[in-house]
Structure formats: structure tokens, C-alpha cells
């Protein structure tokens, strides 16, 4: 992405690194997908394993993205990727999405580390006012991950966007403002050092 608003940066906590998406993590993705073979899930964007470098090119190209792989430190295995999406820099807001994980890692620290890294970077380091989320209003795990966070349901713009399976979907949208940020991010670290 070539806005200066969000750089390129590596994102590291808890033995998980967030680093710029490239064409070399098209391996290590499609084999994240094939973990439990999230294309078939019709309420994401998870490549088949034969799109996979479309994807990453798509994320590469667009000019308000700037993607991440999500890299296991101990292994350097891939396994996802998130994006910072919808990049507004004169009102500094960004929305957080593209997100998505091999099945192995679900229901792990790995996402609530994901979402800590973006939000301290997003609030603390670009300074911005509002970061946003938007899912398939059928995605109910996607919409409870998000209330879980502490975002605020903005509301549903109906027949927004095509699934992969040519239906069109209503798109629920997410905010969180950087004045809710202090007690998001204390819920955070709250639920990643409880035990498990």
C-alpha cells in the first residue's frame, strides 16, 4: 500500500509475529488454508489452495490495504493473515479484516494477540480515531469475536457484497474509538494471561 498513513512494520508478542505480506508466504498460506479447508466456508474470503497467489497479489495491488502474515515464531510456519483495510488517513481511521486462520490455531491466543498487535498499533502508534470491522451477517463466530473485543455494532448495510457462492449478503459493521481503547486493550492482556 503506498499510503504513508500505515508503513510497512513488523508486529511481534506472545510468540507471534505479524510481518508484510509478499508473494514468499504463498506456501506457507495455502498451507494454512488447507488446514481445515477454510475455502469452503462460505461466509469468508480463505483462497482455494489454486488462488492463493491471486490473493496475495490482490492484497499486494489494492491501494487502501496493507496486509499481514501471521507467522508461529517458534516454527516460522504461516499460519494467516489480517489486514488493515478501508485506510482513511485524513480522518485517521482504519478498518481491521481479511482475517483468517489455519484451523489448528483457532480458539488459541493466536487471534487475541493478532487483534492486540493491530489495535496498539492502529491507536497508539498511527494515532488513529476509530478502527473498524465489518463480517457477513451470517458469519455469527466472526460477529461474536468482534463483540467479544468490545467494538460497538454500527449497524447493517444490506446488500453489500457478493459471497463466493454468487448470493449476495448484508454486511454487519463494528467500530471501536480510541477513547474505548484502554479498556479494550486491559481486556486483552486480561484474556491472554488468564490460564487456559
Known amino acids: ?19 508484510p505480506l509478499t508473494l514468499e508466504h504463498e506456501p506457507g498460506l495455502r498451507e494454512a488454508a488447507a488446514d481445515g479447508q477454510l475455502w469452503n466456508i462460505r461466509v469468508t474470503s480463505v483462497p482455494e489452495p489454486e488462488k492463493t497467489r491471486a490473493y496475495i497479489e490482490a492484497a499486494l495491488n489494492a491501494t487502501d490495504r496493507f496486509a499481514f502474515a501471521v507467522i508461529e515464531e517458534a516454527t516460522g510456519k504461516v499460519i494467516g493473515t489480517s489486514s488493515y483495510h478501508d485506510v482513511l488517513p485524513a480522518v485517521k481511521r482504519v478498518e481491521i479484516g481479511y482475517t483468517w486462520y489455519a484451523r489448528s490455531v483457532q480458539r488459541t ?16 502508534t498511527l494515532g488513529c480515531n476509530v478502527v473498524g470491522w465489518r463480517t457477513d451477517n451470517f ?15 454500527d449497524g447493517v448495510i444490506r446488500g453489500h457484497a457478493m459471497r463466493r457462492d454468487g448470493t449476495i449478503r448484508d454486511t454487519v459493521m463494528y467500530s471501536l474509538r480510541s477513547g474505548e481503547w484502554p479498556e479494550v486493550k486491559a481486556q486483552l492482556l486480561y484474556l491472554l494471561d488468564k490460564p487456559r
Open 139 to 153: 458469519n455469527f463466530a466472526s460477529q461474536a469475536a468482534i463483540e467479544r473485543l468490545g467494538a460497538k455494532k
Open 1 to 19: 500500500m503506498s499510503s504513508s498513513f500505515v508503513e510497512p512494520v513488523n508486529l511481534s508478542a506472545r510468540g507471534v509475529a505479524m510481518v
Open 109 to 124: 491466543h493466536v487471534n487475541t494477540t493478532c487483534k492486540l498487535l493491530l489495535l496498539s498499533h492502529a491507536f497508539e
